[in-house]
C-alpha cells in the first residue's frame, strides 16, 4: 500500500527533527545521587520487575536522611525518575498544577493521548469527586444486585472443594458494578463488554508504541498498528452505543422536570449515572458535548479502575485466607451487623438488604482492609507530579529541570518500622487499626497517615466507590463460600492449611514496572460455607 505523499513528508520531517533535538538538547543536569543496580548488570529488563530493590536501597542510604536520589524509569529511557523524601510532601502537595502537573504526568507516563485513549478532565474529576460520592448512598442497594447477579451465577453452590480462579470473577463483578454506574441498567449489559475490550486493548497498545516507535513519532501509530486501530474502532462502537441516549438527555436538558431539587437529591424522572453528570458537568460551562466527548470520559473511569480495584479485592481475599482468625473475626462481625439489615428474598433466597450505613458498621473489615493495603500495595511510587513551564525551586534550593518526574516511596514508608513505631511493620497485623483512638485511620478509604491513594487534591478521587464495592463483593463470598489456598504439587487436596502458617501461603506478588499485582493466575479452592446455615430457605444458603 502506497504512503500518501503528505504522511511520507510528515515522516520525514519528524525524523530530521529528531536527529536534530538529540544534537542540541539533553535533559537539565539532576544534582542527586543516581541509583544502578550494584552487580554491573543494569539491562533495561531487569528494571521491569526488579525496581523495587534499588528503591529500597535508596530509602535506607538517602530518602531516610532527607536526601533525593534517581533512578532509571522504566518508561522513559532519557530521563531518570526523581524520588523525594517526605519533607518535601506538603510542598508537592500545594504547588500550582501548572507548575508541578499530574494530568501531564499521566499523559506522558501513559501516552493515552497518542493511541486514542481517554485523557482526564475537570468533567471526569467532578463526576468522580462530586456526583458519585454524593449518589453512592442511593446507590448501593444497585451495586448489591449486581453483584448478586455475577456470583451467583459464576459460582456454583458446590459442597465440595472445587479449584477456580478467582480474578476473572471479581473483575466481572466489579465491571458490572461500574457499568450500572457509570450508564444505567438499560445499558449495563452492552456497555460492560465493550468497555472490558476497551481497557485491555488500550493499556496493551503502548507497550507496541513504545517498542516500535521514537516518542517523537508515537502518533504515526494510529496509521500502522492494529492495536491503535483497535482502540478508535471501541470508541466509535461506545459512541454508537450511547449516541441516543446522550440525544435524547439532551433534549430534555431545558425541561423544568428534568433539574434537581434542593440538597442534589434526584427526581424519579433523572437519571442518576455518570453519563448525566459528564452531560451537566459540560453544559454548565456552555459546552455540549458529542458522543465521542462522554465516551472518552466515561473511560477513563473505567481505565483508572477497573483492573486496579479488582486486583485489590484479590489481595484482601488472599490475606484473608491466609490470616483465618482474622477471617473468623470478620465473618461474625458481618453476621452481627446483617442482623440491623432489611430483608427480602432473592430467587427464593433469604438476602440482607446493605445499605452504605451498614457496611460502614463492618469496622474490623474496614481495618483489615487497610492493612492488607498497607503490607501489598498496587504500586511502589505514588504522589507523582510532572515540571512543566519551566525549572521547579524547592523551598531549600533543589532544582529540578522541565521535564522532569517526581515521586515518592509507597512500600518503604508503608513498611517502615521507625515510623509505624513497630519492629513487625512488614508483618499483616489485622487488628493494627483497630486500637487507635482516630477513626478515620480505620478506614480503607481514608488518606489519613498514608499516600496510597496519592495525596492532596489529586488523592483518587473514586476511592470510597472502590471501598463499597469491595465490601459488597467480600460480604457475599465470606458469607456463602469458604476458601482455601489451592494445593502445591504433593499436598493433599483436601488438607486444611494449618493455622500455624498463617501468613505464609499466600502467592507472591508480580511487580510490572513500578506496579505491584497480586498473583491474578494463582487458583483457589471454593465450597459452599457452613457458616451459613441460618440464611438458609429450604437447601439454599443466604446470598448476602
Not at 492495536?227 to 462502537?237: F, G, I, M, P, S
Not at 458481618?334 to 439489615?341: D, P
Not at 517526581?406 to 513498611?415: G, K, R
Not at 506496579?515 to 444458603?541: L, Q, Y
Request: with cysteine; charged share 25%; glycine share 4%.
Amino acid at each position: 500500500m502506497a504512503i500518501p505523499a503528505a504522511l511520507l513528508a510528515a515522516i520525514l520531517g519528524a525524523a530530521t527533527w529528531i536527529l536534530w533535538r538529540r544534537c542540541t538538547s539533553s535533559p537539565g543536569r539532576l544534582d542527586m545521587p543516581y541509583l544502578q543496580f550494584e552487580d554491573g548488570d543494569d539491562s533495561e529488563g531487569r528494571y521491569k520487575t526488579q525496581s523495587q530493590s534499588i528503591i529500597s536501597r535508596g530509602y535506607k542510604e538517602y530518602l531516610k536522611h532527607d536526601k533525593p536520589f534517581c533512578m532509571r524509569n522504566p518508561l522513559e529511557k532519557s530521563r531518570p525518575i526523581v524520588i523525594l523524601p517526605f519533607k518535601y510532601l506538603e510542598e508537592v502537595r500545594r504547588a500550582p498544577e501548572n507548575r508541578l502537573s499530574l494530568p501531564k504526568h499521566l499523559e506522558k507516563n501513559s501516552i493515552l493521548n497518542h493511541i486514542g485513549g481517554p485523557e482526564m478532565s475537570d468533567e471526569v474529576i467532578q463526576a468522580a469527586k462530586l456526583n458519585l460520592n454524593r449518589a453512592l448512598d442511593r446507590l448501593t442497594e444497585k451495586l448489591q444486585e449486581e453483584c448478586i447477579a455475577v456470583f451467583s451465577q459464576a459460582l456454583p453452590s458446590n459442597h465440595e472443594w472445587t479449584q477456580t480462579h478467582l480474578y476473572p470473577l471479581l473483575l466481572q463483578a466489579f465491571s458490572r458494578m461500574s457499568a450500572r454506574v457509570l450508564v444505567g441498567p438499560e445499558l449495563r449489559d452492552e456497555w460492560q463488554k465493550l468497555s472490558l475490550g476497551y481497557v485491555t486493548t488500550v493499556l496493551k497498545a503502548p507497550g507496541t508504541v513504545r517498542a516500535k516507535y521514537h516518542p517523537s513519532l508515537f502518533w504515526l501509530a494510529k496509521y500502522f498498528e492494529a492495536e491503535v486501530k483497535e482502540v478508535y474502532k471501541y470508541r466509535k462502537q461506545a459512541a454508537q452505543l450511547l449516541e441516543p441516549t446522550i440525544r435524547a438527555r439532551l433534549a430534555a436538558a431545558g425541561s423544568p422536570s428534568s433539574s434537581r431539587t434542593e440538597g442534589d437529591q434526584t427526581t424519579p424522572d433523572r437519571p442518576e449515572d455518570a453519563i448525566q453528570w459528564l452531560l451537566d458537568a459540560h453544559l454548565a460551562k456552555g459546552r455540549v458535548p458529542t458522543p465521542d466527548d462522554i465516551v472518552q470520559n466515561l473511560f477513563v473511569l473505567m481505565t483508572a479502575s477497573i483492573h486496579s480495584t479488582s486486583a485489590t479485592a484479590l489481595s484482601i481475599l488472599f490475606d484473608l485466607m491466609d490470616y483465618p482468625e482474622a477471617l473468623d473475626s470478620i465473618r461474625s462481625e458481618m453476621a452481627q451487623v446483617r442482623q440491623g439489615c432489611e430483608k427480602t428474598m432473592t430467587d427464593g433466597v433469604n438476602t440482607a438488604i446493605w445499605t452504605r450505613q451498614q457496611l460502614a458498621k463492618l469496622v474490623y473489615l474496614d481495618s483489615f482492609m487497610r492493612e492488607s493495603m498497607r503490607v501489598h500495595s498496587f504500586t511502589q511510587l505514588t504522589v507523582q507530579r510532572l515540571v512543566v513551564s519551566k525549572p521547579y525551586t524547592f523551598k531549600d534550593g533543589l532544582t529540578l529541570p522541565v521535564g522532569t518526574t517526581i515521586s515518592f516511596t509507597n512500600n518503604e514508608y508503608n513498611l517502615d518500622p521507625d515510623l509505624h513505631h513497630n519492629p513487625h511493620a512488614s508483618v499483616l497485623d489485622p487488628k493494627r487499626y483497630l486500637d487507635g483512638k482516630d477513626k478515620l485511620k480505620t478506614h480503607f478509604a481514608s488518606t489519613e497517615d498514608t499516600i496510597v491513594w496519592g495525596s492532596g487534591s489529586h488523592a483518587c478521587p473514586g476511592r470510597f466507590f472502590a471501598q463499597d464495592a469491595i465490601k459488597l463483593m467480600l460480604v457475599f463470598l465470606l458469607r456463602r463460600y469458604q476458601f482455601k489456598f489451592a494445593p502445591k504439587e504433593g499436598e493433599d487436596k483436601k488438607g486444611a492449611v494449618p493455622a500455624t502458617e498463617q501468613g505464609t501461603q499466600r502467592p507472591p506478588d508480580m511487580p510490572m514496572n513500578f506496579n505491584i499485582v497480586p498473583n491474578v493466575m494463582a487458583p483457589v479452592m471454593f465450597k459452599i460455607g457452613e457458616r451459613a446455615a441460618d440464611d438458609t430457605v429450604g437447601a439454599h444458603v443466604g446470598y448476602m
